[in-house]
């Protein structure tokens, strides 16, 4: 009966914590979308042909709006943005940690919070990549397709200057890629080691 229990326990767990990261993840990854788009001077009125401008908008506006009141951009960089994804990382591992019955210090609440957000980063750029690599060998061309490459270019531009064209294909994609995953087990050892010694 005990182990009836706490399977149904762990189950339920399981299921409020992955509603919980869809939908705290969507908002934060779209506040993301948002801090980067702003700094790469990306326009984001719907005038101006973006896709994604609407959904963006209609997604982060509640957040980040009214942090500009008291949270100034510095420079390019959309700080209400990149406070508004924060917060929502926080607010997903407070109510986590509540869930696992706070047996956790508090210190790794925001711990979980800051690393969960750069994993977020790097997911986000990785998904990008991937879907620009696969329009690209499809040679597809649309407002989507433009869109995608001014996000994914000033990325790749840097690793093009390194790496050749190889038979023709451009490998840079590859190589960001990689990239991206060493930085993500890279990120994962950092936050194992920072966990540990608190």
């Known amino acids: 009966m005990m182990q009836t229990h706490f399977s149904l326990d762990t189950m339920l767990y399981q299921i409020i914590s992955l509603l919980l990261e869809v939908a ?3 908002i934060a ?6 801090l980067y788009m702003q700094y790469q001077r990306i326009s984001m009125s719907v005038r101006s042909g973006n896709p994604l401008a609407k959904f963006i908008f209609a997604l982060t506006d509640w957040l980040v709006l009214p942090l500009r009141r008291v949270i100034p951009a510095a420079g390019r960089w959309d700080l209400a943005s990149l406070v508004g994804a ?3 990382q926080l607010a997903l591992q407070a109510v986590l ?4 019955g706070a047996s956790e210090s508090v210190v790794a609440v925001g711990i979980y919070a800051v690393f969960g957000l750069a994993r977020m980063a790097i997911s986000g750029m990785t998904g990008l990549v991937i879907i620009y690599a696969i329009l690209s060998w499809m040679q597809t061309r649309s407002v989507g397709a433009d869109f995608l490459e001014r996000l994914v270019l000033p990325v790749l531009l840097p690793i093009r200057r390194v790496v050749p064209l190889v038979g023709g294909i451009d490998l840079s994609p590859l190589v960001l890629l990689l990239i991206l995953q060493v930085a993500g087990i890279v990120l994962g050892s950092i936050q194992a080691a920072v966990l540990f010694a608190i």
Do not use: K, N
């Open 86 to 88: 924060f917060l929502m």
């Open 97 to 100: 940690w509540l869930l696992r």
């Open 24 to 26: 705290a993840g969507l």
């Open 29 to 34: 990854g779209t506040c993301l979308l948002r």
